[in-house]
């Protein structure tokens, strides 16, 4: 019988032990490695040091924090994750994916994460990803077990396409392989949409204040007849700007009366504005 592909989690928090768990079902032997003690208690396989003896890893999975120090994602913990995955490497090793799970800005997978493996990615030896998780925390092994969608950002090398299908073998959902930073925007996209949306509703909440109105009566209503809340695919082509006889002249009106009254947040529909007059302008490149 066969031996069980190995795979290394660098980082053992709430995605690490995710990952571990999502991987091991897929028939992986799983061992996993943080520098805070108390994260790898629950970790659900062998539990390695960072002088451990090198071995042949089909995978590496980093999931290690990305925190925004002065306003800017510090990568430190991801460069010394890197590092500590070079030494991991068994010498004989045939081929391994070093696969990001963290989350990181787009251009992270250029500028931070090829520099310190070219080397063993131009040997044939190691192979780069980046596998972002979409998994909420609160829930996080629940939406491993259960994704709703997975992508991997890769160079398009056969060989990383191989390992990273068998990562995720019996998965129901869609497996999309984009270039780096389609993957990269693809995680941040999701998450500022989040942001955007929450942003959306807390200023409608501050009109409705401003006018004497229940802010949560207005948005429970919102998000029943708005037909972006309801229609997932509503308001997703990319490219031409909106149109039609109301949508730009409603929103060019109550634009108008947030200016004139100095309510609050009148920046975010200006920004709606400014985004489909420039694509506007540019519209016969979408043609």
């Not at 004497?212 to 990319?238: F, K, L």
Request: negative net charge.
């Amino acid at each position: 019988m066969a031996a069980s592909p190995a795979a290394l989690i660098l980082g053992t928090g709430v995605v690490g032990r995710a990952t571990a768990v999502a991987l091991a079902r897929e028939g992986f032997s799983v061992s996993g490695y943080d520098p805070d003690a108390s994260a790898v208690k629950d970790f659900p396989g062998e539990v390695i040091s960072d002088d451990a003896a090198p071995r042949d890893w089909a995978v590496i999975a980093i999931c290690v924090p990305t925190p925004t120090v002065d306003g800017a994602m510090s990568a430190d913990a991801l460069v010394d994750a890197l590092n500590l995955a070079k030494r991991c490497l068994d010498p004989a090793a045939a081929f391994t994916v070093i696969a990001i799970r963290s989350t990181i800005v787009p251009g992270t997978m250029e500028s931070v994460v090829l520099p310190p493996v070219r080397e063993l990615v131009a040997s044939s030896r190691v192979g780069i990803c980046h596998w972002p998780s979409f998994a909420r925390e609160r829930v996080a092994l629940e939406d491993e077990a259960h994704p709703r969608a997975i992508v991997f950002g890769t160079d398009g090398g056969a060989r990383v396409h191989e390992i990273m299908r068998r990562c995720v073998a019996s998965a129901r959902c869609g497996v999309s392989f984009v270039s780096f930073p389609e993957a990269e925007l693809i995680k941040q996209g999701a998450k500022l949409f989040n942001a955007l949306k929450i942003s959306y509703f807390n200023a409608i909440g501050d009109w409705a204040t401003e006018r004497s109105g229940n802010g949560q009566t207005v948005a429970d209503v919102i998000s029943i007849v708005a037909e972006g809340c309801w229609n997932p695919a509503y308001g997703t082509a990319v490219g031409p700007p909106f149109g039609g006889a109301c949508l730009p002249k409603d929103l060019d009106a109550f634009a108008q009366r947030l200016v004139t009254d100095g309510s609050p947040h009148r920046e975010l529909l200006q920004a709606i504005q400014e985004i489909n007059e420039a694509h506007g302008r540019q519209g016969s490149a979408f043609e």
